[in-house]
């Protein structure tokens, strides 16, 4: 489980969905390994960053996910 504080107040599903398209390597014991990286499998843009479209703030749009994660910081 990634232990989020969701700054940006995410609805939960969008963060699941999120989570669902990342490939996340763990330990033996059943915990994260944060040596390794998590790999993304949803959608790149034509600049091959991975990207994910949501309704946020009532409007849709897409957002990189490496901004979705930071924005979960």
Request: proline letters at 1%; one cysteine or more; aromatic letters at 18%.
């Amino acid at each position: 489980m990634i232990v989020n504080y969701n700054v940006l107040n995410y609805p939960q599903n969008d963060i699941d969905r999120f989570w669902s398209k990342v490939n996340i390597e763990y330990n033996v014991d059943g915990t994260v390994n944060f040596n390794e990286c998590m790999i993304w499998n949803g959608f790149t843009d034509r600049n091959g960053y991975g990207s994910l479209g949501m309704n946020y703030k009532d409007k849709y749009q897409t957002i990189r996910a490496h901004r979705f994660v930071y924005g979960m910081l």
